[in-house]
């Protein structure tokens, strides 16, 4: 890697810095689906920050509105009411401003691992030998290195979600909005996604907005986190997660892990038994 790499690299360790504009502010944003006869409304007045250098997921029952609201921030759906700002700026309805990894990895079956990593450059006109060496260099460090030709279909599940989420990282946009990014992935390689993104996260510094229905997951790598009700999905809670960092796994150990994953998965399951139309369990 050359210096220059290197210090692109390490521009983005910095902490978050309150001081400048919030990466994202989602506020008040409503939406309701409307066909011929009936109206089914998704979100009902949601607000939210993601600092710069922020770590925040989103928790909420399935079928709440959570992929909606990103399809808001991503400027693909227009909110009935509220705005999205990032940076300071009104950018409410549009696009091109996030870097986005949607649930399945979406990688193209005819570009290798390599191109399909360069993908949201290549879109801005910003792949030169410098993007290809800083892939290659990142495709390495996740344990891809040697599958640059590679096509998907030959790689692994969890090997296409590395993929796909570097081409989120290596997106030029500062926001990177990741939606349930590790759902289809059984347990274990889950685990190890999981430890892999804290480490990288830690030296990155993204701004990330994260959807996860695994609140161990979002406890260990979250700054904050956004309870969502079941739709029209409302914040419910908002949660500090206190723990220092760098973070390391045994944290699920400590009692105060526990006591917070005990909240929010009481939160949670009221929702979801809301949902079905039940009365929660007292
Ligand atoms: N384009 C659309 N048109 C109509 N209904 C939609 C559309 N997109 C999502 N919905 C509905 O909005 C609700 C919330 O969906 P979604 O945002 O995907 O929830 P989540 O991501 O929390 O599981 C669902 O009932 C879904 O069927
Ligand atoms: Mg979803």
């Known amino acids: 890697m050359t210096i220059s790499e290197q210090a692109r690299v390490e521009d983005r360790s910095i902490p978050s810095q309150p001081e400048l504009p919030p990466a994202l502010e989602a506020a008040g944003v409503s939406k309701a689906f409307r066909a011929k006869r009936s109206s089914l409304q998704v979100l009902?007045?949601?607000?939210?920050?993601?600092?710069?250098?922020?770590?925040?997921?989103?928790?909420?029952?399935?079928g709440s509105g959570k992929s909606t609201l990103f399809h808001i921030i991503g400027g693909?759906?227009?909110?009935?009411?509220?705005?999205?700002?990032m940076n300071g700026k009104d950018v409410t309805g549009e696009q091109g401003h996030i870097s986005y990894m949607p649930q399945q990895p979406a990688l193209f079956p005819w570009r290798t691992i390599e191109?399909?990593?360069?993908?949201?450059?290549?879109?801005?006109?910003?792949?030169?030998?410098?993007?290809r060496e800083n892939a290659r260099y990142w495709l390495d460090k996740v344990?891809?290195?040697?599958?640059?030709?590679a096509h998907p279909h030959t790689l692994s599940g969890g090997m296409q979600q590395r993929a796909a989420f570097l081409r989120a990282l290596l997106s030029?946009?500062?926001?990177?909005?990741?939606?349930?990014?590790?759902?289809?992935?059984?347990a274990?390689?889950?685990?190890?996604?999981?430890?892999?993104?804290?480490n990288l996260w830690e030296e990155s510094r993204r701004?990330?907005?994260?959807?996860t229905h695994n609140i161990e997951e979002a406890l260990l790598l979250s700054n904050r986190i956004y309870v969502f009700s079941g739709r029209p999905a409302s914040v419910l809670q908002v949660v500090d997660v206190p723990f220092p960092r760098p973070r390391r796994e045994d944290i699920i150990e400590h009692s105060d892990f526990i006591?917070?994953?005990?909240?929010?998965?009481?939160?949670?399951?009221?929702?979801?038994?809301?949902m079905q139309g039940h009365r929660p369990l007292k």
Do not use: H, Y
């Open 44 to 62: 009902d007045d949601i607000t939210l920050t993601v600092n710069q250098g922020e770590f925040v997921s989103i928790v909420g029952p399935s």
């Open 76 to 85: 693909l759906v227009k909110p009935d009411a509220g705005t999205v700002r």
């Open 115 to 131: 191109d399909n990593v360069l993908l949201s450059q290549e879109v801005q006109g910003r792949v030169d030998q410098e993007a």
């Open 143 to 149: 344990g891809l290195g040697g599958f640059e030709k």
């Open 172 to 186: 030029p946009q500062e926001l990177m909005c990741l939606d349930e990014p590790f759902s289809a992935l059984d």
């Open 188 to 198: 274990l390689t889950r685990s190890d996604m999981q430890r892999w993104l804290l």
């Open 207 to 211: 701004s990330v907005l994260f959807i």
């Open 259 to 274: 006591q917070l994953r005990r909240e929010l998965s009481g939160w949670m399951r009221d929702e979801q038994q809301k």
